[in-house]
């Protein structure tokens, strides 16, 4: 399997709904480092898993609307927790839906998958992983 890996980061506030959560309940920020890897099991025949660049990008383009916000404030996100592990499903999906549309520089149908990595520190991070296709918060 080759993969591609690109990263960037960004910087939110949001809060908590529920006990599980304690003092999270309260309004925090978090700086997240994401990693967006691109799996494919063959080279295109330029040589590449996708194009690099294209794949930065589109990771920009994701994180650009989250940056330096509220999540709590995001309409798309209302009444939802907005923990690590839903953010790497939200990213996911919007980068399936590039590749999809055949936007990282090869057909999105000859990617096996894509994994996202959110890191909350050096102790700390989730993924989701899974195929190019479907919506991955509603798995």
Same mark, same amino acid.
């Given at each position: 399997?080759?993969?591609?890996?690109?990263? $960037?980061?960004?910087?939110?506030?949001? !809060?908590?709904?529920? &006990?599980?959560?304690?003092?999270?309940?309260?309004?925090?920020?978090?700086?997240?480092?994401? #990693?967006?890897?691109?799996?494919?099991?063959?080279? #295109?025949?330029?040589?590449? =898993?996708? #194009? /690099?660049? %294209?794949?930065?990008?589109?990771?920009? &383009? /994701? *994180?650009?609307? *989250?940056?330096?916000?509220?999540?709590?404030? =995001?309409?798309?996100? &209302?009444?939802?927790? +907005?923990?690590?592990?839903?953010?790497?499903?939200?990213?996911?999906?919007?980068? !399936?839906?590039?590749? %999809?549309? $055949?936007? *990282?520089?090869?057909?999105?149908?000859?990617?096996?998958?894509?994994?996202? +990595?959110? !890191?909350? !520190?050096? =102790?700390? %991070?989730?993924?989701?992983?899974?195929?190019? +296709?479907?919506?991955?918060? $509603?798995?």
């Amino acid at each position: 399997m080759f993969a591609v890996e690109v990263r $960037d980061h960004i910087m939110i506030a949001h !809060s908590f709904t529920g &006990s599980l959560f304690g003092q999270a309940q309260a309004l925090h920020g978090a700086t997240f480092v994401v #990693d967006a890897a691109f799996f494919a099991k063959t080279l #295109d025949e330029n040589g590449v =898993v996708i #194009d /690099i660049g %294209r794949a930065h990008e589109a990771l920009k &383009s /994701i *994180l650009e609307p *989250l940056n330096y916000r509220n999540l709590d404030e =995001v309409e798309a996100f &209302s009444g939802i927790n +907005t923990t690590t592990e839903f953010l790497t499903g939200h990213i996911h999906e919007k980068l !399936s839906e590039i590749a %999809r549309a $055949d936007g *990282l520089g090869r057909t999105g149908s000859e990617l096996d998958r894509i994994k996202v +990595t959110l !890191s909350e !520190s050096h =102790v700390a %991070r989730a993924w989701y992983e899974a195929p190019t +296709t479907g919506n991955a918060n $509603d798995r």
